[in-house]
């Protein structure tokens, strides 16, 4: 989906990626620590001399309140910094298309989205799609958003799609 005047600005290469990963729902957390350390030796293998720093987290801070932006022991979300652009031959989006590929192979990730970041006011031409679904039979909802996630994987242009709910999650309510 095009914007105006989008094209004159250039992608940024800032050699920051960040990996936000849904593991499978009701993973404990041993498994979801196992899925982390598969991707931190994924990253020193893979041109560590050009590797900077990484910084991970898996869900948010215990005990913390959090509406809308609060995530679980599913949730993994990875910051990786690499050398400038003028000291490396891959630019950050090949290493951030080697990344996805090799990350989607590990067990237990559901959901994945690599993303050039920085701290730019346009880092990469990217911007958000939300499709929001709504029925009066909920239980129809899965196998919709199934179909819209398939028909926005194979829109051209499109490079991460993420569903933000799921039925397979137990929720316990208090």
């Known amino acids: 989906m095009p914007t105006v005047g989008q094209e004159l600005m250039p992608p940024m290469d800032t050699g920051a990626i960040a990996i936000k990963i849904t593991t499978d729902a009701n993973l404990p957390i041993e498994k979801t620590q196992e899925v982390m350390e598969q991707i931190n030796k994924l990253m020193y293998t893979h041109d560590k001399e050009k590797l900077l720093r990484v910084s991970g987290s898996i869900g948010s801070e215990a005990g913390v309140m959090s509406i809308g932006s609060g995530s679980g022991i599913d949730h993994i979300l990875i910051m990786v910094t690499y050398v400038n652009r003028h000291e490396r031959k891959e630019t950050i989006w090949d290493i951030s298309n080697y990344l996805r590929a090799e990350i989607s192979k590990i067990s237990?990730?559901?959901y994945l989205d690599v993303s050039p970041s920085g701290s730019t006011a346009m880092v990469s031409i990217r911007a958000s799609v939300d499709t929001m679904l709504s029925s009066s039979d909920y239980r129809l909802?899965?196998?919709?958003?199934?179909?819209?996630?398939k028909a926005m994987s194979q829109t051209k242009g499109i490079v991460s799609v993420l569903k933000t709910w799921d039925m397979d999650k137990v929720v316990f309510g208090y």
């Open 108 to 110: 237990h990730v559901k």
């Open 141 to 149: 909802l899965q196998n919709e958003g199934a179909k819209v996630k």
